[in-house]
């Protein structure tokens, strides 16, 4: 699967998960929310975590390819870690930001913290082996 067609593909899912997210928000503010029911900000930490782990392990595989040990370069892997730790960070942020309660009230934020750290994580990896890949370039 080409890079283009993995942007694609989460673009499309960010904009289906906007119209579905809306008629939960306005649910959950109407009702208490379990330990399990999953809300508007629980499904936003859980999207964000998709983009970031994955960004993750394409950063650190990037990485070692970027250092010569497996194929010869991680150019692109590290453009794409780098671009799912930047929409994972943003997305952590953005929950974190619009939280209105602390741990356990629904809104994710402490997903949304967990996902502050894998974006930067994975941008870290990515920055990296973009650099590496430049200087054996």
């Not at 993750?56 to 780098?82: E, F, K, M, N």
Request: proline residues 3%; positive net charge.
């Amino acid at each position: 699967m080409s890079v283009r067609h993995l942007l694609a593909i989460a673009a499309a899912t960010l904009l289906g998960i906007v119209g579905l997210a809306t008629p939960a928000a306005a649910h959950v503010l109407v009702q208490p929310v379990g330990a399990y029911t999953l809300t508007s900000g629980r499904l936003w930490t859980v999207v964000a975590a998709l983009l970031g782990l994955p960004g993750v392990v394409i950063g650190g595989l990037a990485l070692a390819r970027s250092a010569g040990r497996i194929g010869t370069g991680g150019r692109r892997g590290a453009i794409v870690a780098l671009i799912a730790g930047l929409a994972c960070t943003v997305i952590g942020g953005l929950v974190v930001a619009a939280a209105e309660g602390g741990p356990g009230t629904g809104y994710g934020i402490v997903g949304g913290y967990v996902n502050l750290v894998i974006g930067l994580i994975a941008m870290v990896l990515g920055g990296l082996a973009l650099a590496r890949s430049r200087h054996t370039a």
